[in-house]
């Protein structure tokens, strides 16, 4: 029998590789779902939302595989000691996906959340005996700053970080890759990731939408970015499944896979403005340095702008520095592992208009889209 602990599994990618835990899970297999939670009941209730989402695609038989524990990684003792502790000789399988993702945190907040919470599950994972894998969702943007091809190798820290997510998702690496010689580690490495891309569907609207959205509405006035730099983006379905083919084909043996859509598929800001200028029929506007606009330009617009502009200018500042990027996120490891398969990133320009017509339907997320499809369930 094998069970798996997940954690994370309310958020974008975790619901997805729940679900697909779920799909592929054995007559016996369990999947404990880490929730935070003010009560047991309130744990169940979290976890029946995410099985219960229309994207899911789950049957009821496939949903009863799965359970809630109430509990925090960022807790001593992961904040359930007494029901951990019964669960320890059981658990086979850990995918650690939690993580706080907010960029303004200040480095305490985000470290708390991010490396305690990585160093609590690899506690964990010590005291389980029959433990096979502990797989770690990370993010290529713990490449923080450098720029050039970036290996699927260990954190540098030489060239800083541009915000504390980017940092704290280093330093947990630095943690797993400790790990390695005692625990059965793996680390994956997504970057942007975006909706499914033969329906479109997203559970996030953050991240690459908040300024497609704006950009869409007409709100920019000029676009604060390097029209050189390059935007890597992967749809979910392809990171889905990327992940599970590698860790039902690869061992957990410290292995570091860029699940990105690799140099052959990487676009321009530039090539993303006309490709968003197309789909969304709008102008585009010219580009100005990042740095220089919200150094020279930000306290004087700030005095003529007022509400929903105002707001987008102090938003869009924490997404500059992907508007600027210089970094190549070399993929050999995941291809190896992928060949074969028929699992690959596909490019943008492919699945772009479905990502946009699902934003449309949604109006971004504020209404159900008229007959949501699940998001694809490929092998």
């Given at each position: 029998?094998?069970t798996?602990l997940?954690?994370?599994?309310?958020g974008?990618?975790?619901?997805h590789l729940l679900?697909?835990l779920?799909?592929?899970?054995?007559?016996?297999?369990?999947i404990?779902a880490?929730l935070?939670?003010n009560?047991?009941?309130?744990?169940d209730?979290r976890?029946?939302?995410?099985?219960?989402?229309?994207?899911?695609g789950?049957?009821?038989?496939?949903?009863?595989a799965a359970g809630?524990?109430?509990?925090?990684?960022?807790?001593e003792?992961?904040?359930?000691a007494?029901?951990?502790?019964?669960l320890?000789?059981?658990?086979?399988?850990?995918?650690?996906?939690?993580?706080?993702?907010?960029f303004?945190l200040?480095?305490d907040?985000?470290?708390k959340?991010n490396?305690g919470?990585?160093?609590?599950?690899l506690d964990?994972?010590?005291t389980a005996?029959?433990?096979q894998?502990f797989?770690?969702i990370g993010?290529?943007f713990?490449?923080g700053?450098?720029s050039?091809?970036i290996?699927e190798?260990?954190?540098e820290?030489s060239?800083g970080?541009?915000n504390?997510?980017?940092?704290?998702k280093?330093?947990?690496?630095?943690?797993v890759?400790?790990?390695a010689?005692?625990?059965?580690?793996a680390?994956f490495?997504?970057s942007?990731?975006v909706?499914?891309s033969?329906?479109?569907v997203?559970?996030s609207?953050?991240?690459l939408?908040?300024?497609l959205?704006?950009?869409a509405?007409?709100?920019?006035?000029c676009i604060?970015?390097?029209p050189?730099?390059?935007?890597?983006?992967?749809?979910?379905d392809?990171?889905?499944?990327?992940?599970f083919?590698?860790?039902?084909?690869?061992?957990?043996?410290?292995?570091?896979?860029?699940?990105?859509?690799?140099?052959q598929?990487?676009v321009?800001?530039?090539?993303?403005?006309?490709i968003?200028?197309?789909e969304?029929?709008?102008?585009?506007?010219?580009?100005v340095?990042?740095?220089?606009?919200?150094r020279l330009?930000k306290?004087?617009?700030?005095l003529?702008?007022r509400?929903?502009?105002r707001?987008v200018?102090?938003?869009?500042?924490?997404?500059l520095?992907?508007?600027?990027?210089?970094a190549?996120?070399d993929?050999s490891?995941?291809?190896a592992?992928?060949a074969?398969?028929?699992?690959?990133a596909?490019?943008?320009?492919?699945?772009?208009s479905?990502?946009?017509a699902?934003c449309?339907d949604?109006d971004?997320?504020?209404?159900e889209p008229?007959d949501?499809a699940?998001?694809?369930q490929?092998?």
């Amino acid at each position: 029998m094998k069970t798996t602990l997940i954690t994370g599994a309310t958020g974008f990618l975790g619901r997805h590789l729940l679900w697909r835990l779920l799909k592929d899970a054995a007559p016996d297999d369990r999947i404990i779902a880490l929730l935070r939670a003010n009560s047991a009941e309130a744990a169940d209730r979290r976890l029946i939302h995410v099985l219960d989402d229309p994207s899911s695609g789950l049957t009821p038989s496939e949903k009863a595989a799965a359970g809630a524990l109430r509990g925090d990684v960022a807790a001593e003792a992961l904040g359930a000691a007494h029901a951990l502790t019964a669960l320890q000789p059981q658990v086979t399988h850990i995918i650690h996906c939690a993580a706080s993702v907010d960029f303004t945190l200040d480095l305490d907040a985000s470290r708390k959340i991010n490396v305690g919470g990585t160093r609590n599950m690899l506690d964990f994972a010590r005291t389980a005996p029959n433990l096979q894998r502990f797989d770690y969702i990370g993010t290529a943007f713990a490449a923080g700053a450098r720029s050039g091809t970036i290996r699927e190798t260990g954190p540098e820290f030489s060239a800083g970080f541009h915000n504390s997510y980017e940092r704290s998702k280093a330093e947990s690496e630095v943690l797993v890759r400790a790990a390695a010689p005692e625990l059965p580690t793996a680390i994956f490495r997504p970057s942007i990731i975006v909706g499914d891309s033969k329906t479109g569907v997203t559970q996030s609207f953050n991240v690459l939408y908040w300024p497609l959205k704006v950009f869409a509405r007409r709100m920019v006035l000029c676009i604060p970015a390097n029209p050189d730099g390059l935007i890597d983006i992967v749809p979910i379905d392809y990171v889905r499944d990327a992940i599970f083919h590698i860790r039902q084909s690869r061992p957990a043996d410290g292995t570091i896979y860029h699940i990105t859509c690799g140099p052959q598929n990487v676009v321009t800001v530039d090539q993303m403005v006309k490709i968003a200028a197309r789909e969304f029929n709008v102008w585009t506007p010219p580009y100005v340095s990042p740095g220089w606009t919200y150094r020279l330009l930000k306290p004087l617009l700030k005095l003529v702008l007022r509400g929903e502009r105002r707001r987008v200018l102090n938003v869009g500042e924490q997404y500059l520095p992907y508007l600027a990027h210089t970094a190549l996120f070399d993929d050999s490891n995941a291809r190896a592992a992928l060949a074969g398969s028929g699992i690959a990133a596909p490019p943008v320009e492919r699945y772009f208009s479905t990502l946009v017509a699902y934003c449309k339907d949604s109006d971004w997320g504020k209404r159900e889209p008229p007959d949501p499809a699940p998001p694809s369930q490929g092998q």
